[in-house]
Structures are given as structure tokens and as C-alpha cells.
């Protein structure tokens, strides 16, 4: 059996058949192709179907438009940021402790999968990388829909290199690939699992060629709750970073009152008994500066980041996440 084929804007059609001739058509909008073995009527992104007949065989034909965008951004957490590089440290990766599975579709994080499969995994020769693409750890994007930013139409889970980049997990290089979204305006948000979360401003309009750049560390304006007092984001060497200290994933960072992070971190290292402690070589929420090492008291702790970020002088201060949800 022969294969005939047509192409309509880019989209191919294989059809089978003995004698009857290939057609190809290229337009932007729907209309009629012909060719010696009949000829049919299209559409772009609505399939319309018919049967072509001819004395060496029938073709029965469809359209279908490709569905997927791309994701160009770059984000930095001020957990790990190091002001003399203008990087991130990369201590999960270099002590092996980055997950090769992607964390944030199971416990304790159980973020929503919506239209692309979660489990993403990357290779172990990724983490043998230690220049500015060293990777740093696992993100969580949502795209949001342009009419509604509360509706999230689609999440995925990306990894994050030392200088910013948001990557594939596929190869650890490239943009981020989302096979279930059409081309159009959305608002995007990338959260991480102890840092508070930031969304564009308004829509932005994303393609499988897309090749703007989302940055949120340079990104003048960002989404802005008007009920939230604090910044999105935190200015660190005249770059934007997200806020860490949301050891508990809710969307806020609390040094003092009802499920506070300090309490947190305390208990992750086994409660008061403990104060002085450190648990070393993990990869945990109450790991804030992310450096592989839970710490309460003394060099390189993480409740200092908590104090730090609502203010050392206004420890009662609330620092919240700007996303609608």
C-alpha cells in the first residue's frame, strides 16, 4: 500500500491509498482543495471529515491543528542567592541530594497536575554540570488563563539553573515544553516549594516558537495583590528574588503566631531539646537557604532567614504570597 500526504499550514496528513494523488494546500483559514482523485473541503483547528473516492481507493480526510506552547523564563530564589556571583548556590545538587523525580505531585507538596502528565525526571549526568547551569532544584509553573487568572489551565514541573534559567527536564538546557496548551494569552506563575510564588502582571502571549523572555529577576512590574502590604518579591544586588521561608507551604512566611515557620524548623530537627542541632544531607522544606542542612541555632541557619525576610525589628510582620491563589 502507498502513502499520499498533504500539508496544511505545516500540519501533515498521512493517508493511505493505491492509486489516487497526493493533495497539498497551505492557507490560513479554511477552503477547497483539489486533485485528480477528487477534492475536499478544510478548515484550520476545526477537523471537517470526507470520504474522496476514486477507482484506486478511498481517503477519508481530517485536519488537526498542533497543540503545544513554549516557556522561555528566568527566576531566582533568595533562599540560596549569593550576592558576590549574583547566582545561586547549587549545595542540593553538588552533596546529590536534588531528586531525579520531579517532587511536586505527591506528599508533603501535592500540587494540582492539570492537562500535562507529572513524574517528570531528568538524567544523573545532569547533576555533574557545576557552571551557571548547574542545577539548583525542581519549580512548579502554572499557565493561567487570560480572562481569569485564578483558573489554572495547565501546570508542569521544570527544573532551575543556578543563574536563573527555568529548563526542560527533558536535558536540563532547554525551554520548557507544555504538549497539551494552544498558542494564545496567558498569565504564567512559577512557585517553588519553599519560597513564595510571583505571576506575570497581565497576559502574555506564548506559541511553539515563542522566544520572549519571561524575566522575574529583572521584571519591573509582576502581579500585585492589592489586600497584600509587602513587595511580590524581594530586591537582593539590585536583582528580584522570591521570598523563602514558607517551610510550611502556606503561602506566607511567619516568624511568629499560629503555624509559624520557625516553629517548623524547630520540630524538623526534632523539637526544643534540639535547638543547637543540625540535620545534615537532606533535601527538606524546612531547609530554607537550601544547603542541604537543617539548622535552628549558629552559622547558616534557617530561622535567621525567616527574621530576616518579615524584619529583624518586626518579627510579628507577615510576609504573603501575590498570586490569586
Aim: proline share 5%; with cysteine.
Amino acid at each position: 500500500m502507498k502513502l499520499a500526504t498533504c500539508t496544511l499550514l505545516g500540519v501533515l496528513c498521512i493517508y493511505p491509498f493505491t492509486t489516487i494523488s497526493a493533495q497539498q494546500a497551505s492557507a490560513s483559514a479554511g477552503g477547497n482543495a483539489t486533485g485528480s482523485g477528487g477534492s475536499f473541503s478544510y478548515t484550520i483547528g476545526e477537523p471537517v471529515s470526507s470520504n474522496i473516492s476514486d477507482i484506486g481507493g478511498i481517503i477519508h480526510e481530517g485536519v488537526q491543528q498542533s497543540v503545544n506552547i513554549q516557556l522561555l523564563a528566568k527566576v531566582l530564589l533568595s533562599g540560596p542567592f549569593d550576592l558576590a556571583t549574583g547566582w545561586m548556590k547549587d549545595s542540593l545538587r553538588s552533596n546529590n541530594l536534588i531528586p531525579l523525580t520531579e517532587p511536586y505531585s505527591s506528599l508533603p507538596y501535592s500540587k494540582a497536575v492539570l492537562t500535562e502528565s507529572a513524574g517528570e525526571t531528568f538524567s544523573n549526568a545532569l547533576l555533574n554540570e557545576s557552571t551557571q547551569n548547574a542545577l539548583v532544584d525542581w519549580l512548579f509553573i502554572e499557565i493561567r488563563s487570560a480572562s481569569n487568572p485564578s483558573n489554572i489551565v495547565a501546570t508542569k514541573r521544570a527544573l532551575l539553573q543556578r543563574d536563573g534559567d527555568v529548563v526542560s527536564h527533558a536535558d536540563g538546557v532547554s525551554p520548557v515544553q507544555f504538549d497539551r496548551v494552544p498558542a494564545g494569552n496567558y498569565y504564567v506563575s512559577i512557585k517553588h516549594r519553599n519560597h513564595l510564588g510571583v505571576m506575570t502582571a497581565t497576559p502574555v502571549f506564548l506559541s511553539p516558537t515563542n522566544s520572549t523572555l519571561l524575566d522575574f529577576t529583572t521584571m519591573p512590574t509582576v502581579y500585585t495583590s492589592i489586600n497584600i502590604v509587602n513587595t511580590p518579591r524581594k530586591v537582593e544586588g539590585g536583582k528580584y528574588t522570591l521570598w523563602s521561608g514558607d517551610g510550611n507551604s502556606n503561602k506566607n512566611v511567619k516568624y511568629n503566631g499560629i503555624s509559624n515557620d520557625k516553629d517548623l524548623v524547630l520540630t524538623g530537627l526534632g523539637g526544643p531539646n534540639f535547638v543547637n542541632g543540625t540535620l545534615k544531607m537532606v533535601y527538606r522544606a524546612e531547609d530554607l537557604n537550601m544547603d542541604g542542612k537543617i539548622r535552628y541555632n549558629n552559622t547558616d541557619n534557617d530561622r535567621a532567614i525567616i527574621l530576616n525576610n518579615v524584619g529583624v525589628l518586626s518579627p510579628n510582620t507577615v510576609v504573603s504570597q501575590h498570586t490569586p491563589n
